[in-house]
C-alpha cells in the first residue's frame, strides 16, 4: 500500500515523511537585535523628551518580536503525520472528552 501511495503521489509522502522544521536562528537573532535597538531607542527618546523617537523605538521592538515570533511559529508549525483536519477526524472517532471519561468509569471494576 505505501509503495502503491509513493507511486501515486510521491510528493505527499515526502511532505507526511519530512521532519519537522525548526526556527531558523538567524532571523530569531534578528529580532531580538531589533527588540534591543528598539528598547534602546525608546529609553533615549524617553531620556530626550523626544516622545517621536520613544514612539518609534516601541513599533522597533514591536516588530522585532513579532518577526522572531512568528518566524518560528511558521517554521515550527508543520505536523509530520497529517493535517489539523485529520488530527479532528481522529480525535472525533475517540468521542469527547467527557464521554471517554464516563466509559473508563464504567468499565473499572
Do not use: H
Not at 509503495?3 to 519537522?20: G, H, I, M
Not at 528598539?38 to 523626544?50: D, E, P
Not at 512568528?70 to 481522529?90: E, I, L, P, T, Y
Amino acid at each position: 500500500m505505501e509503495a502503491a501511495l509513493a507511486a501515486e503521489d510521491p510528493r505527499l509522502v515526502s511532505t507526511l515523511t519530512a521532519k519537522p522544521r525548526t526556527p531558523r536562528s538567524l532571523t530569531i537573532v534578528r529580532g531580538a537585535v531589533l527588540f534591543l535597538i528598539g528598547m534602546i531607542t525608546l529609553i533615549v527618546g524617553l531620556v530626550a523628551k523626544y516622545p517621536i523617537v520613544s514612539i518609534g523605538g516601541f513599533i522597533l521592538a514591536l516588530i522585532g518580536v513579532f518577526g522572531a515570533v512568528s518566524s518560528s511559529s511558521r517554521n515550527s508549525g508543520s505536523v509530520v503525520g497529517g493535517s489539523k483536519s485529520a488530527n479532528k477526524k481522529s480525535a472525533s472517532k475517540k468521542g469527547k472528552f467527557s464521554d471517554r471519561m464516563q466509559r473508563r468509569w464504567e468499565e473499572r471494576n
